[in-house]
């Protein structure tokens, strides 16, 4: 995801005690989806100069049994920083730091996924 050209990512579930190989799972496992994303963005003056997002664990909704269907309302928080230390021609630099990006990606697919349907945006001046 960009927001004014600054890219953010977060993980919005997780699978827990899964230690399958070639995508065969242990019995047990739990997966969990966080509904709630906070996004904190930056700003210096009338420009965004930093942008991240995070969850929280505790809202997690478990959506292992996906027999039955389940309906997730998703929502988000925005808070806006001050950072004046932050100048706009210097915004991108953290992303040039190999510290910073993830070191690896995990995409886990089910054949029966849960449907989901969510309405959300994201607006910023």
Known sequence: MLIDELPVWGAIGEVVHEEGLLGKSTPGARVYLYPHLLFSIG????????????????????????????????????????????????????????????????VNWRRNPPTMKSKSSLMAT
């Open 43 to 106: 700003y210096n003056g009338d420009q965004i100069v930093t942008a991240n997002v995070t969850t929280d664990a505790r809202s997690r909704v478990d959506i292992t049994d996906v027999s039955n269907g389940q309906e997730v309302t998703f929502s988000y928080t925005v808070e806006w920083i001050d950072s004046p230390e932050v100048a706009y021609d210097d915004r991108m630099k953290r992303n040039a730091d190999p510290t910073f990006l993830p070191t690896t990606f995990e």
